[in-house]
DNA sequence: AATGAATGAGTGTTCATTCAT
DNA sequence: TATGAATGAACACTCATTCAT
C-alpha cells in the first residue's frame, strides 16, 4: 500500500509541523522554562504524549523550533538586496518596508526574530553556539548595507556592527511587542531606519 | 539574653536588603519560572530556608522586587528636568546622558529597567497592574519633552507616545545587553536620541 | 486512539475510591499531621504524583475523606430503628448489635468513626463545622431513641444528650481499639449498653 | 558563691518544669507530629532555642513528658485503697471520684492520661516498651477491685480485664473530652460506674 | 542562660516523561 | 498513532536544630 504509507508520512509532517509552528509562538511568548508541556499541548489541542511521539523532549522541541526561526528564507532575499545596484539608502529602506511588512502580517516572524534575539543575547546553554549562523549572516548583510551606506554619508559614522545591532535591536524590540502587547502602535519604516540614518 | 532590639531590626532589614538586591539581578536574567529558590540562595550565599524567613513565597518575593524596580528615585529627576526652562532637546540630552551612564555603572538599574519593561510589556497574572504607576509617570514627563520638541520642531513629528515608548523601548534594549552580554558596545547618547530628534 | 471515554471514567473513579479508601484508614491511625503524602503513597502503592492527580493537596484529600466519612450509610438505618414500634431497649439493643458488628467486621468504618469523633471533639480549623451534620443527625437519632427509654425507665436518667455523647464515645474509644491494637478484647453488646440502660 | 549556684539551679528547674507542664498539655492537645518547636515555644512564652538548653531534641522532650505523664501519684493513693477492708464497690467508689474530681480541676491530669493511654493504644516507636510500668500497675490495682467486686456479686461478670480496660477508657475519653472541648457535660461517678457495676 | 536568625534535611507539590490502551 | 493517567525526579516550602550574640 505505497499511497497509504505516503499518505501517513503526510500526516505525520503536518502534525509535526503544526506542533512546530504553535510551539514556537509558546516558547517565543513564555520562554523556555515558562513553558510546560502540558499547557503547551493543551494550547496546540493533542494530548501531552502526542509531543513526544514527535520530539524526544522539550528540550529537542526548542532545539528544533530554534534551528528553524534560524532558517529564514529572509536570507535569501536579503542576499539579493545586498548585490542590488542600488543606494544603500534605498536597499535599508526596502529591507525595512519587507521586515516591518512581515512583523505586521505574521506573527510566526515575530516569534522567530525573539527566539533568535535572545539566542544571540543570552548566548548560554539552552542555545548552542552553532545556531547563530543565521544571525551572523542576517548581521553580515546588514553589515554590508551599512558600510555602503556610510560610504555614501547617509548613514551614520561609527563601528557598522554596532548600528547593525541597534537596528536589529529595535526589530526585536517591536517582534516582543507584537507577541506581548495586543494594542499597541507598530513603529514606522522612518522611526526604524533612524537608527542608522543620517537626519 | 536577647540581642539588643535595634540592632537584630538593623541586620534583619540588611539581611532583606541584599536578597531583594541580588534577587533583583537574578530575576532580571532568568526570569520568574527560570528561576530556581536553590540557585537563587546558592547565587546570594544564603540557605534556602532564609528566603522564606524574610519572604512569604518566591511569588511575594518577586513582587517586592517590582515594588523596588517600580520606585526609582530617577523620577524626581525627570521632574525637575521637565521644568527647567530650555529647550527639549537639551532635557533629551541631560535625560539620554543620565540613563546611559547609570546603565554602564549600575547593573542593578538595567535590572531595574528589563523587570519593568518586561512588566509592562507581558502585563499578565505574574504582574499586578497596579504597580505600573511608575512607567506611567516616567512616560508621562518624557511625553512632555517630546511635546515640547516637537513644538520647537526639534523632533519628529507623529504620535508623541508612540516615541515615548521607542526611546524607552531602545533604553530596554540596552539593558538586557548590559545584564546578559558581557561583551558589547553600548550605544551613544547620539544614537539614543536618534530615536526622536530629527537629523 | 484514545480509551473509551467510559472506560476511562471508570478507571478514574476507580482509583480515587482507592485512594480515599486507605487514605481514610491512613489518616485515622497517623493523624493529619502524622501522615506524609510519601509514606500514603507508598501504603497505597500509587506513586506522588497519582495523588495529586485526584485532589488539590493533601488537605482536600483530608476534607474528602471527612466527608466519606460523615456521609454515613448507618443514618438510614437508624432513621428506621427509630420509628419502628418497639421498646427503646429493643431499638438500642439493634443498634448497639450493628454498630459493634460493623466494628468488628469492617476496618473502614472504624476509622470513619474515630475520623467523625476526633472531628467533634476537636473542632478546630482542620475541620470544617459544616462537615458535623451526619454526627448531629446520629446523636439526634439517638437522642430519641433514649429519650424513649427514660420514659419506659429502661434507661437511666439524666441529661439525654449527655447519654448520646457516652454512648458514642464509648463505640469511638472501641474504634481506636480496632485501628491500633492488634489484640485486644472487644466490648460485648451489654458492656456497651450498660452506658445507658438501667441495671 | 554556693548560694548564688543554689539559685541558679533552682531557677535552671523551675524553667524545666514550666516547659515541661506546658509541653504536655500541647502535645496531648496536638500530637507529636502536630506539635512545631516554633508554636510550642510560643505558647510556653519563651525562645525556641531555650527549649534546646533544657532537652536535647523535640523527642527527648516528649519522652521526658511521658515520663512524667507515667510517674503519677495516684498509684500510691491505688495502694492504700486496694488495700482497704471495705467492698469492692466502696473502693470503686473511692477511685471514681478521685479520678472525675481531677479530671475536672486539673487539666494537666487530663493530660497525663490522655498521653497514657494513647501510648497504651498506638504502642508504636514513639513510645517507648519500657514506659508502660506505670499504666500496668494502674490496671493490676483495678483488676483486683473488680476482681473482690465480682467475688461480691456487685460487679458484673466476665474477663475482669477487659473491664478495667473498659473503665478506663471511659476515663480516657472524658479526658480528651477535657482537652478539646471548652463545654461539655462531664461524666457523673455513677455512669463512669456503670461500666463495671451491675446494675 | 536566653534568644531568634540562619540552616538544610525533610516534606508537599509540580511537571517532563513514560506507557498501557 | 494518539492519548492521558501514572510516575518520580526536581522544585517550593517547612521546621527541628544550631549558634552567634
Known amino acids: 500500500m505505497p499511497k497509504s504509507k505516503e499518505r501517513c508520512k503526510e500526516i505525520r509532517e503536518e502534525m509535526r509541523n503544526t ?17 510546560k508541556i502540558s499547557d503547551l499541548s493543551k494550547n496546540i489541542g493533542i494530548g501531552q504524549g502526542t509531543i513526544y511521539v514527535y520530539f524526544e523532549s522539550k528540550e529537542e522541541l526548542f ?65 548552542s553556539s552553532e545556531e547563530t549562523t543565521y544571525q551572523t549572516k ?12 556610510q560610504k555614501e554619508k547617509s548613514m551614520v559614522d561609527g563601528s557598522s556592527m554596532k548600528l547593525v545591532d541597534y537596528y536589529w535591536g529595535v526589530v526585536y524590540l517591536y517582534s516582543l511587542k507584537r507577541l506581548f502587547t495586543s494594542e499597541y502602535e507598530m513603529i514606522s519604516v522612518d522611526d526604524l531606519e533612524r537608527t542608522v540614518l543620517k537626519g
Open 19 to 35: 506542533i512546530l509552528q504553535k510551539s514556537l509562538l509558546y516558547f517565543a511568548r513564555n520562554g523556555f522554562a515558562g513553558t
Open 63 to 127: 532545539q528544533e523550533i530554534l534551528k528553524i526561526a534560524n532558517s529564514n528564507e529572509m536570507l535569501k532575499k536579503m542576499k539579493l538586496l545586498v548585490n542590488m545596484p542600488v543606494s544603500a539608502k534605498k536597499k535599508l529602506r526596502m529591507l525595512s518596508e519587507m521586515v516591518l511588512n512581515r512583523l505586521e502580517k505574521d506573527e510566526t516572524f515575530a516569534a522567530m526574530i525573539a527566539l533568535n534575539t535572545q539566542m544571540l543575547l543570552e548566548k548560554n546553554e539552552a542555545y
Open 138 to 149: 542576517l548581521y553580515n548583510y546588514t553589515f554590508k548595507i551599512i558600510e555602503q551606506g
